[in-house]
Each structure stands twice: as structure tokens, then as C-alpha cells.
């Protein structure tokens, strides 16, 4: 059976969420107060109704508790998104992921079982700030506060030398984990692949790490 979807709060986060499920080929619920949103999303979603999640009896007449996964979309107002969150746990909901305004926020919807919480703006933010910095950082990926995967380009030092020559494990402390050229993608590299001006690495370490190396193959 097709996994079924129900996002809650039809803003910019939600609304693209919406799109991209849908996009591809999920059916999705869409649930939002506020009939305008609602109408945008009438023909992207499989259903989209006009509902307030803070209400238990609507809730339960949708009949959210046999969806598989609810996304919490609700931005500034921290009291109906952390009301909707509970009376989701409270019903039996599978998995529920909320997006969370601040720490405070946070911390609620953790003490209350959301299953998964984001921040959206917050993780942007600092993926953007290391693609500015850094002009051969194309994306990162938290992964803990000290550590992070990386796509770092391969520069010019790099050209040509292989993974043994380069030593980047021992050196920096960092593994990369997979290496991109073109469409082709060489996942757990060996020792002996050369790499080529250009190529994409996919190194995991340390922050610290892998800003040396950063610093050092410019
Ligand atoms: P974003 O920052 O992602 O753009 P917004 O705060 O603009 O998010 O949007 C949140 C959406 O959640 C709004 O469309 C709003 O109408 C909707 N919303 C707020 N409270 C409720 C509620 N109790 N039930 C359903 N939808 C709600």
C-alpha cells in the first residue's frame, strides 16, 4: 500500500513540502486554517481541506491516526503547533516530524515524543555560511555539533594524485566516503583512485578536520 502523508500548515515550508511529496507520487493530506492556502494546494495534493489541528474531533473525523507520517508545519504560533503535536502523539500517530521555532520549542516537542524535529532556518543558514566561506564547500550536512559530511571540490593541488597520495586520513583525519565525476560516482573509494581537478569529495570528520583540509587543498 502507498505510504500516506498528512502536512499540517500550508506556509512556505509546508507548502513546498506539499509540492515535493506530491511531486513525487506520495499522497499527501494538506491541512491549513486559512482557506486561501488551502484553495493554492487543491489541485497539487490528493486532498486538501480547511481544517484547525488544534481541534481533536476534526482530527479524528480526517482520520490522521492511519496516516504513516504528519509534518508539523506550523511557523510562528508556538502554542498550536506544539497542541497539534500532542494530540498527534496522543492519537497513536506513527511518526510525526515538527518544525520547530527556537530551542524553547524544541525542548517541548522533545519532552512531548515528537519523533523528529527540524530547523529549517537555522540549518540553512549555516549551510549557506560554509558555502560562502569556503568558495569549494558545495554543501554540508550537520551531523553532530563537531562533526560534518562535506562536498568539497577537488582543487588543483589535488589533481592527478591519488587517496594514498594525498593521505588525506592520516593527515586531516577525514574519510572521504564517496567521490563524484560527472554522473559517474565511486562510493568507498580505494586507496589507488586518482582524483581529477574538478571531482566532488564526499569527506565525513571532524568540523576542525575538515577545515584544515579545506584550508590546506585551496
Ligand atoms: P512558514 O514560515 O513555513 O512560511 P507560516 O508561519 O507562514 O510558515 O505558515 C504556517 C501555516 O500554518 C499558515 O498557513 C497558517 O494558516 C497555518 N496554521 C496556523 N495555525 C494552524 C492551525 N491551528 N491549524 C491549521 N493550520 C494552522
Redesign the pocket.
Known amino acids: 500500500m502507498k505510504k500516506q502523508y498528512a502536512v ?9 513540502m506539499c509540492k515535493a511529496l506530491a511531486d513525487q507520487g506520495m499522497e499527501v493530506l494538506a ?4 482557506e486561501d ?1 488551502v484553495n493554492e494546494f487543491s489541485n497539487v495534493v490528493t486532498h486538501a481541506v480547511i ?5 481533536e474531533g476534526v482530527l479524528k473525523s480526517l482520520g490522521i491516526r492511519n496516516f504513516q507520517h504528519v509534518v508539523v ?5 508556538l502554542q ?2 506544539i ?2 503535536t500532542l494530540i498527534l502523539k496522543e492519537m497513536g500517530v506513527e511518526k510525526i516530524t515538527v ?1 520547530a521555532q527556537n530551542d524553547y520549542h524544541e525542548k517541548v516537542l522533545r519532552k512531548i515524543g515528537a519523533d523528529k524535529i527540524i530547523h ?2 537555522r540549518d540553512m543558514g549555516v549551510r549557506i555560511a560554509h558555502q560562502i566561506v569556503s568558495n569549494n564547500v558545495l554543501d554540508y550536512l550537520e551531523l553532530s555539533d563537531e562533526h560534518s559530511i562535506v562536498e568539497l571540490v577537488a582543487t588543483k593541488k589535488m589533481n592527478n594524485k591519488s587517496l594514498i597520495e594525498l593521505d588525506i586520513r592520516a593527515k586531516y583525519g577525514c574519510n572521504v566516503v564517496a567521490v563524484k565525476r560527472g554522473k559517474d560516482i565511486y562510493v568507498s573509494p580505494q586507496a589507488d583512485q586518482s582524483i581529477h581537478q574538478g571531482d566532488v569529495l564526499i569527506v565525513i570528520g571532524g568540523d576542525k578536520d575538515i577545515n584544515r583540509l579545506e584550508k590546506q587543498m585551496a
Open positions: 499540517i500548515g500550508l506556509g512556505r515550508f509546508g507548502g513546498s491541512i491549513d486554517i486559512d492556502r481544517a484547525d489541528s488544534t481541534d508545519a506550523i511557523g510562528d504560533n498550536s503547533s497542541l497539534t518544525k529549517p532556518e
